[in-house]
């Protein structure tokens, strides 16, 4: 029996719960969903008007019938001049899939001599399908639940790292994400559009509404989740803002960041993630981060991971680098003598025939290295550092927010279930001055 058929040997046996929780069997492997149909609304909730996904855990079998959750990135995530080139019949709902790798030849054909085809087509790929069903019944029956918010990084949004929020959600969590103002894709799109970047003060605001549930919007949680048993999380930027929330958070996790700033009244455990071939954020900052972070403390480096590993932004196109490499090599040329041929990057072609303009595609390029690190040939396949991320999130929330002592074995047996670790480390007990 290998080391992952043993971990999830005993797979509807967790039994995770905390006193005077009560939870439906868990499985023991944190990697697998979990037994809940994951619900979702959305809110738009404090002064700063956020856009916030609520995922939590809903009625079992209450899904059937209801269609899974689609976000147009055209509707949600363009600016509106943007937008409004591609028309209604140019974006249906059609969803992604896993065997969605690239365009077809015919269509890299034809969207190479036709920028606005490209985008719609982009556009019409680009509509992530969560295994999430909009405004289930939430499981009344069971919880409270513990409370997990992640903060997304710059040029995402509030969906970005879907996999991660869903298979949460499903393991017993009510989950938020924000798209967070003055950082989002929208914004980046438009170089900004004056709104101050406040991450951290969008996450503190929410706990806030949390707390004191006045929202009308949230009032279908009330008595059913506990906000003193929070997981906060944080990609890239939005590590960042997460790293000084021990005031706040039992347990706080850095992706592809650096680490955890200080020691809080809350904190119980911190999860330092990171991908060995980071371009952005290199590897280094993460080990040091987890070197300064205060224990109980992990860290879990991905093998030939780049800086997206924990989002869907290499999924989509996966065989051509990305959604931003398919932008730019399928529709990079600007008109001859344009500025942007020579402000941009080096590397941009400029069109030697009629001038023809990307209709806002050439804002690729800002975020060419952003945007498609670690979606190469030769890193690590987005759905093995999926399990991984699921793997070490859930096991370390879960041992703390539903008070299972097996998970802390999980995560010391990492290295053996999974392939593509690149090292491991934990300190679990603080370290006494002398």
Not at 207 to 228: K, V, Y
Request: hydrophobic share 40%.
């Amino acid at each position: 029996m290998s080391a992952r058929d043993a971990v999830g040997a005993d797979c509807t046996g967790g039994m995770g719960a905390c006193p005077g929780q009560s939870m439906l069997p868990i499985p023991s492997d944190p990697s697998e969903r979990g037994p809940w149909p994951v619900g979702l609304r959305t809110v738009v909730i404090t002064e700063r008007n956020m856009t916030v996904d609520v995922l939590y855990p809903a009625v079992v079998g209450s899904e059937a019938g209801v269609p899974n959750v689609v976000y147009s990135i055209r509707d949600e995530h363009l600016p509106p001049r943007q937008a409004a080139k591609i028309p209604d019949e140019d974006d249906p709902p059609q969803p992604v899939r896993s065997q969605v790798a690239g365009l077809p030849q015919t269509v890299r054909r034809l969207t190479t001599h036709n920028p606005l085809i490209f985008l719609s087509f982009l556009l019409r790929v680009f509509t992530p399908q969560l295994d999430a069903y909009r405004d289930l019944p939430l499981d009344t029956e069971h919880g409270p639940y513990p409370v997990h918010i992640h903060v997304h990084g710059t040029a995402a949004f509030r969906s970005a790292s879907a996999h991660q929020l869903t298979h949460m959600a499903s393991r017993g969590f009510v989950v938020l994400a924000a798209d967070h103002p003055g950082i989002t894709l929208y914004d980046m799109m438009r170089l900004g559009n004056g709104q101050e970047i406040d991450q951290e003060g969008d996450l503190r605001r929410t706990i806030a509404e949390l707390e004191q549930l006045t929202d009308p919007q949230l009032q279908f949680l009330a008595g059913h989740f506990n906000i003193s048993m929070l997981a906060v999380s944080g990609h890239s930027a939005g590590g960042g803002a997460v790293a000084g929330m021990g005031d706040k958070a039992a347990v706080i996790m850095a992706w592809a960041s650096g680490g955890v700033d200080a020691v809080g009244p809350m904190l119980r455990s911190t999860l330092v993630l990171g991908g060995e071939e980071d371009g952005i954020v290199a590897y280094r900052r993460q080990q040091s981060g987890y070197e300064d972070s205060p224990a109980p403390k992990r860290l879990v480096g991905i093998a030939r991971a780049g800086h997206l590993w924990c989002t869907d932004l290499c999924w989509i196109g996966e065989e051509d680098g990305g959604i931003v490499q398919i932008a730019i090599e399928y529709d990079a040329a600007a008109p001859v003598g344009d500025a942007r041929c020579k402000v941009l990057t080096r590397d941009v072609p400029c069109a030697s025939a009629a001038p023809r303009c990307s209709h806002g595609i050439y804002m690729a390029y800002l975020f060419q290295k952003l945007g498609t690190d670690g979606c190469g040939e030769d890193n690590v396949k987005n759905h093995a550092a999926w399990n991984i991320t699921n793997y070490a999130i859930s096991a370390a929330q879960e041992a703390v927010l539903l008070c299972d002592p097996s998970m802390d074995d999980r995560l010391a047996e990492i290295e053996l279930v999974f392939a593509d670790i690149y090292e491991y480390r934990e300190q679990l007990a603080k370290r006494m001055r002398g």
